[in-house]
């Protein structure tokens, strides 16, 4: 199916524990990006990808990690969760980088106990 | 202070009522606008998007932007249940990176 899907829509996971949450775009679009959509803060970007092997800091990237090997998937890693990387998460893309506007995926709502 | 500011609401109005929302920003350097709709527990979805200053049109929603007084609005002409969602706005311009506010929460009761 043509699109953008995140895997797994929900995922417990446990404090110190790695977790990554998956992305995958069908339409070979240059640019992704993950955020974070907290109450009281909106969406915040963690890491953002121009290209396959270029990634880039967002507001937020501490505690993450990224890698993009492939135009397709853009894996975002908590390297040990804690529980304030309770959130959910959003991946998006766009070939044009988000001037005129992206397409996102329907998201991962992590909860770390 | 974000760089885009935006009332979280809610905003609840009647089905058939006209709805404004709007956004404030602070950048001069912006030149794109767009509005996202988001459903709850949806990821958000891009509705319109203008360049610069001026109106655009699409169906019962338009997007308006006034670039002389750093203001963003988005009217929904008779609105109806299914409108019910948060709306975002977002800026760009200088960076391909949009801002975002941290939109509000529109209900629209039968």
């Known amino acids: 199916d043509a699109g953008i899907t995140q895997s797994p829509r929900y995922k417990i996971t446990e404090t110190g524990r790695q977790v990554t949450l998956m992305c995958h775009q069908t339409?070979?679009?240059?640019?992704m990006f993950w955020y974070r959509q907290d109450l009281g803060h909106g969406l915040r970007l963690i890491y953002y990808?121009?290209?396959?092997?270029?990634?880039d800091k967002g507001e937020v990237p501490d505690g993450y990690v990224v890698s993009r090997s492939k135009t397709e998937n853009f894996p975002l890693t908590l390297e040990s969760a804690t529980r304030s990387q309770t959130s959910v998460y959003f991946c998006?893309?766009?070939?044009?980088?988000?001037?005129?506007?992206?397409?996102f995926g329907s998201g991962t709502r992590l909860t770390v106990v | 202070q974000k760089e885009v500011e935006q009332d979280p609401g809610p905003l609840s109005v009647p089905e058939g009522a006209i709805v404004s929302l709007n956004c404030t920003y602070s950048n001069s350097a912006f030149q794109y606008f767009m509005w996202y709709r988001q459903y709850s527990r949806k990821g958000p979805e891009l509705l319109m998007y203008t360049y610069s200053s001026g109106n655009k049109e699409d169906g019962r929603f338009t997007a308006q932007v006034d670039k002389s007084s750093k203001y963003i609005s988005l009217f929904i002409r008779d609105s109806q249940p299914s409108d019910s969602a948060t709306y975002l706005c977002a800026a760009s311009g200088g960076s391909y990176i949009p801002t975002f506010g941290r939109g509000t929460s529109l209900i629209v009761h039968p």
């Open positions: 998006a893309s766009s070939e044009t980088g988000g001037l005129v506007g992206y397409t």
């Open positions: 990808s121009a290209a396959a092997d270029i990634t």
């Open positions: 339409w070979s679009h240059s640019y």
